[in-house]
């Protein structure tokens, strides 16, 4: 989980670096793009491991299944 969330704040860092440039142009729409898609997987993944493994097994909760389905969707 800590390096997930040292990837979210590195993409967190492109985000605000590519909306600093005035330059737009295709390349820069595909990085955001791709940026912004590479956070997404960040965020979903790093729940996914928190709802799925960490609270039951360390944690000792109950498995919500619903939620569990809804994260393995997005």
Not at 55 to 68: A, D, E, H, R
């Amino acid at each position: 989980m800590v390096i997930s969330f040292c990837a979210f704040i590195a993409n967190s860092f492109i985000i605000f670096a590519l909306r600093a440039t005035r330059n737009r142009n295709a390349t820069t729409i595909l990085i955001t793009s791709l940026t912004l898609s590479d956070i997404w997987t960040i965020s979903v993944l790093t729940a996914s491991l928190v709802v799925n493994s960490y609270l039951p097994i360390v944690k000792g909760t109950k498995q919500n299944l619903c939620l569990s389905l809804i994260l393995e969707v997005a």
